[in-house]
C-alpha cells in the first residue's frame, strides 16, 4: 500500500475516463450483413442508411395474425407442463406425505387459476376483428386446463382420496380390506 499516492484514482477510474483504443479489423475477415465497416467515412455511413430499406409497419391483418398466433402459444402453454408433472405425480408415491399433499394441491390450484382469468390472459390480443377466432383460442384453452385438472382428479383417485365405491357413500356397506397394513415401531 506504500507504493499507491494517496489521492491517485485507481486505474479501472482512469479507464473508464479515457477507454482504450479500438484494435484494428483484421482485413480477411468480413463484416456481418447490415453493419458498416468503420473504415467507411461518416458521408458513406449516411449514404448508406439512405440505400437501405426503412421498414413499414405491418398492417392490421399482420398484427392481428400476430397476436393469433400469440394467443395460442398461450392456450396450448398448460399442457407443456403436464408429461412433467405427471412424472413428478408418479415418482411422489400414492401415501398421503407433504410432497404428495403439495403436488395435488398445484395440480388443482394452477388449472383453476387459469380458468377463473381466462380472459385475462387472452384481452392484450383481443381485437374487434379477431374476437370470432379468439373463441377459439379460449375454448382450446379451457380444454387443456381442464385436462390438467384431470390429472389431479387420477392422482386424487390413486390415492384412494376419492369417494368411488358404495361402501364409501352407505353406512351399512362393509368397507374395503387394504391390501397391506404398515405397523409403527415402538
Known sequence: MSHLKPNAAPKWVADLHSPPTPRA???????????PSQAVSNSKKRDVTKDTKQRTPPTSEEMDTLKLKKAWEVALA???NLPMT????????????????????????????????????????????NKGKM?????????????????????????????????DWLAWEAQREPLEFAVPAL
Open 25 to 35: 479489423k483484421n482485413p480477411g475477415i468480413p463484416d456481418p450483413p447490415g453493419y
Open 78 to 80: 398448460p399442457v407443456k
Open 86 to 129: 405427471a412424472i413428478m405425480m408418479y415418482m411422489s408415491g400414492n401415501s398421503l406425505q407433504i410432497f404428495s399433499i403439495m403436488m395435488v394441491f398445484m395440480a388443482f390450484k394452477t388449472p383453476l387459476m387459469g380458468l377463473f382469468s381466462t380472459s385475462q390472459a387472452f384481452e392484450r390480443f383481443e381485437t374487434e376483428s
Open 135 to 167: 373463441l377459439q383460442v379460449k375454448a382450446a384453452y379451457v380444454l387443456m386446463q381442464c385436462v390438467a385438472l384431470a390429472l389431479g382428479v387420477w392422482k386424487i383417485n390413486a390415492m384412494g382420496l376419492l369417494p368411488t365405491t358404495r361402501s
